[in-house]
């Protein structure tokens, strides 16, 4: 049985940090990409960031390049989401999930287990 579980979320003001965890069980991690997406009310769910299985490789989405960096401790079996600079429009509920390749994809398509959510909300 996979398991994500997401952490960090919660309120901040404009301009200000968070990070993410996302701790995962029951499949080799390390063998694996991970992916951060996330969700605003009434939108689609949106790839923000992939690292590959090794860390070597990172993509982002436009939208929060040079504002958030992933990266992941196979030891631990977990995958971070450093977000600074944060915004309003970074609000939504953020996710987690494991690739079924070594090196990020960028849809939801490619990705086949996820995490329950955790909830990021930026205040202005």
């Known amino acids: 049985q996979v398991q994500l579980v997401e952490s960090g979320g919660g309120l901040v003001q404009a301009g200000g940090s968070l990070r993410l965890s996302c701790a995962a069980s029951?499949?080799?991690?390390?063998?694996?990409?991970m992916g951060w997406f996330r969700q605003a009310p009434g939108k689609a769910r949106e790839f923000i960031a992939g690292i590959s299985w090794s860390g070597g490789i990172t993509a982002y989405a436009d939208s929060v390049k040079g504002r958030f960096t992933i990266s992941r401790d196979n030891a631990k079996n977990t995958v971070y989401l450093q977000m600074n600079s944060l915004k309003p429009e970074d609000t939504a509920v953020y996710y987690c999930a494991i690739d079924r390749s070594l090196t990020p994809g960028r849809t939801r398509g490619e990705y086949d287990y996820w995490g329950q959510g955790t909830q990021v909300t930026v205040s202005s």
């Open positions: 029951g499949r080799t991690f390390s063998r694996y990409a």
